[in-house]
């Protein structure tokens, strides 16, 4: 009497490692992938860094205010001012997604049995080099956001020109020309007025406040990932487990950090000169309500970018995967 054949269980893989992934597939996906994200979400970007910028509530009232207010004061595109030169942070984005998983993978060996630090270690090291490409992009796309305010104060020449008076920068600009010429405009003046380093004026703001911020989005999401695997059903999609535990780690990132992204918003626009008097002078304007400018836009940004982001990023590692692995991959 033959003995009954026995089925090896499946194992199933929770992460999906850089070396088990098709580069080809991965990398381009995760660019389109970031760009159509980044598009949907720029409007909260923009509204967040008016809120951040504005002096003791004087423009806006709140997020909904703000979105009511630039929609019917500013149209549809003043919603997206600076889009186009934002978009770089998909090449940034790449890089930053690149590091990350590189860096994973080669503190595999050594913190193997610590996944959170390991994600905390790579989040921080992918966020430095993502900072040192967008930065440029960012002080080029946030003074373009800014420009809104200054619309309504339009000065019509006998040249037809239409002139406003762009505070942060101190110019005149003509606002008749196009976008592109817009832009041009104001990356040669943020030149001539600081040289090189006026395109990485907040680098050390940014890197002080979006590494810590990778660093402990990332561990966060792996702390949450490995405790709702453990209290959820066993046949619970992994991937809506993993899209949950993005919004958990967006929402508690944001409210530790969003005093630091205040003040990188401030020393980028308003051209302020060091992170301790800026840091000085918000407080002396807002006392404790520093620490919630711009808190609601960037949590209802930040809890959406989460969701979207992990839901197309941990989708596209599952498509990218290697034959070999395939069959042990849970969705």
Request: with cysteine; aromatic share 12%; charged share 15%.
């Amino acid at each position: 009497m033959t003995e009954p054949s026995t089925i090896a269980p499946t194992i199933h893989i929770t992460t999906i490692e850089w070396d088990m992934m098709d580069k080809t597939k991965f990398l381009p996906l995760s660019m389109l992938s970031s760009f159509c994200v980044r598009c949907t979400l720029y409007p909260l970007t923009l509204i967040k860094t008016r809120l951040q910028i504005q002096k003791h509530g004087e423009m806006y009232k709140g997020l909904l205010d703000a979105a009511n207010r630039i929609y019917y004061t500013e149209g549809m595109s003043g919603l997206y001012r600076g889009f186009w030169v934002s978009s770089a942070q998909v090449f940034s984005g790449a890089a930053y997604i690149g590091a990350y998983e590189q860096t994973r993978y080669l503190t595999a060996p050594y913190l193997q049995q610590w996944p959170e630090i390991r994600s905390m270690v790579a989040g921080g090291v992918a966020s430095v080099f993502g900072q040192t490409i967008i930065v440029p992009f960012d002080v080029v796309s946030q003074h373009l956001m800014m420009l809104g305010l200054s619309t309504n104060n339009t000065s019509n020449s006998t040249d037809k020109k239409k002139m406003v008076f762009f505070r942060p920068l101190g110019i005149h600009l003509d606002i008749s020309k196009s976008k592109f010429h817009t832009t041009l405009d104001i990356t040669q003046c943020v030149y001539q007025q600081d040289g090189f380093k006026g395109f990485y004026r907040g680098y050390v703001a940014s890197v002080c406040t979006y590494a810590p911020n990778s660093a402990l989005w990332w561990s966060f999401y792996t702390i949450f990932q490995e405790q709702l695997e453990k209290r959820c059903p066993v046949n619970t999609s992994l991937l809506l487990v993993q899209s949950i535990s993005g919004v958990l780690a967006g929402f508690t990132t944001t409210l530790i950090t969003n005093p630091m992204d205040t003040i990188r918003a401030r020393l980028q626009v308003q051209r302020t000169n060091s992170i301790v008097g800026t840091f000085n002078s918000l407080w002396k304007e807002e006392g404790l309500m520093m620490f919630t400018k711009g808190l609601s836009a960037r949590l209802v940004q930040s809890i959406c970018f989460s969701f979207t982001i992990i839901l197309g990023y941990e989708s596209i590692k599952r498509i990218s995967i290697l034959k070999e692995y395939k069959d042990h991959v849970r969705w």
